[in-house]
């Protein structure tokens, strides 16, 4: 190992075993989730052929393909770093839930290749269900 991974390992770890738990399990899970939606944004500017065919059929002629794409894109960019902020994710982590269910069940034929996106969708999840807002037992019996 290089020193500078070795330092950048020791750092990593450091933090990581300082933070309580739910802090630590909070920050992996928001920052998996949140590469999961920044690369594929980011990369589909230097590379849009190899995203646009996630969009379902019924997509096509609404806009141009890049457009289509770029929105979607500045959309998952939202998402990520909102997430990645750990600022009031219950809204964003739900999205990112639903936005992964839905890709995968739109294309079905790609599910060899979409299989992680419910590894993904998983974190999404346990993110929304940690952060849900709390209701008070009293508002419910009213």
């Not at 300082?18 to 928001?30: D, F, I, K, Q």
Request: aromatic share 14%; net charge neutral; with cysteine.
């Amino acid at each position: 190992m290089h020193l500078l991974e070795y330092i950048v390992h020791k750092i990593g770890v450091y933090f990581l075993c300082r933070m309580n738990t739910h802090r630590a399990v909070s920050l992996l899970l928001r920052t998996g989730v949140a590469f999961a939606f920044l690369f594929p944004a980011l990369n589909a500017f230097f590379d849009p052929y190899s995203w646009i065919g996630y969009f379902p059929s019924f997509f096509e002629g609404i806009l141009s393909d890049t457009v289509l794409l770029h929105l979607f894109g500045i959309l998952e960019i939202i998402i990520g770093l909102w997430i990645l902020s750990g600022r009031r994710i219950f809204i964003p982590s739900l999205l990112a839930t639903l936005l992964l269910g839905v890709i995968v069940l739109f294309n079905l034929g790609d599910f060899q290749v979409l299989f992680r996106d419910l590894s993904i969708m998983t974190m999404a999840l346990a993110l929304t269900l940690l952060n849900r807002p709390h209701i008070k037992n009293d508002t419910l019996n009213t």
